[in-house]
Each structure stands twice: as structure tokens, then as C-alpha cells.
């Protein structure tokens, strides 16, 4: 089992920043990408960003350019450092970590922490 720790979520004002972390403990053998879902009330969860254990990267095209995600292996820990952050990106955001193991696959989630963006 796989257990996923976020912090960093809060209230900004519209163009501010927010750094949210997600550091991962337990069975971490296996897991091969970790990022960042959001689900905003009466929305679908959407995909923010993910990297990947080599470093590859992607993000939702309307938060390129305003937000980045990094890892430190050595932690386990993946970041999403957003800037310029904007009133649609109040969600609750949810961090996972992707894996595969012999006879297995699946998804991690981490409890959610909330990211409300408001003057």
C-alpha cells in the first residue's frame, strides 16, 4: 500500500502562487508517474500535470505556461508550483501516483487538499 501526503493548498488572490507537495510513503516500488488531478465543484476530475520517474512531463493546455511540476526522487515527493493563478483554478486538488508491479496496476490517490483562488 501506498500512502499520499498533500500539502500547500489555501486561499489566494487572483495572479497569486501556491506550491502544493505530495510526498508518497509505504510501497513505492513500482510507481511510475506521479501529478496532480483537480475536480471543481459540479465538474469532472481533469488531469492538471503528471512527470514521470525519468522527468517526462505534461500538463492541461490551459495551465501551461503558469504552472510547473517537479519530483525529487530521492523524497518521493512531487511539487505543482502555480503561478499567476487564476479564479478557475479553485478545485480541489488531488495528488496520484501511478504503478505497475508483476500482476498488477493502478492508481494511488491522496485525500484532496483545496485550492480556492478569490479577491
Known amino acids: 500500500q501506498v500512502q499520499l501526503v498533500e500539502s500547500g493548498g489555501g486561499l489566494v488572490q487572483p495572479g497569486g502562487s501556491l506550491r502544493l507537495s505530495c510526498a508518497a510513503s509505504?510501497?513505492?516500488?513500482?510507481?511510475?508517474?506521479m501529478g496532480w488531478y483537480r475536480q471543481a465543484p459540479g465538474k469532472q476530475r481533469e488531469l492538471v500535470a503528471s512527470?514521470?520517474?525519468?522527468?517526462?512531463?505534461m500538463y492541461l493546455d490551459s495551465v501551461k505556461g503558469r504552472f510547473t511540476i517537479s519530483r525529487d526522487n530521492a523524497k518521493n515527493t512531487v511539487y505543482l508550483q502555480m503561478n499567476s493563478l487564476k479564479p478557475e483554478d479553485t478545485a480541489v486538488y488531488y495528488c496520484?501516483?501511478?504503478?505497475?508491479?508483476?500482476?498488477?496496476?493502478?492508481?494511488?490517490w491522496g485525500q484532496g487538499t483545496q485550492v480556492t483562488v478569490s479577491s
Open positions: 496520484h501516483a501511478d504503478f505497475s508491479r508483476t500482476g498488477t496496476s493502478g492508481t494511488y
Open positions: 509505504g510501497t513505492i516500488f513500482g510507481i511510475y508517474a
Open positions: 512527470i514521470t520517474r525519468g522527468g517526462t512531463t
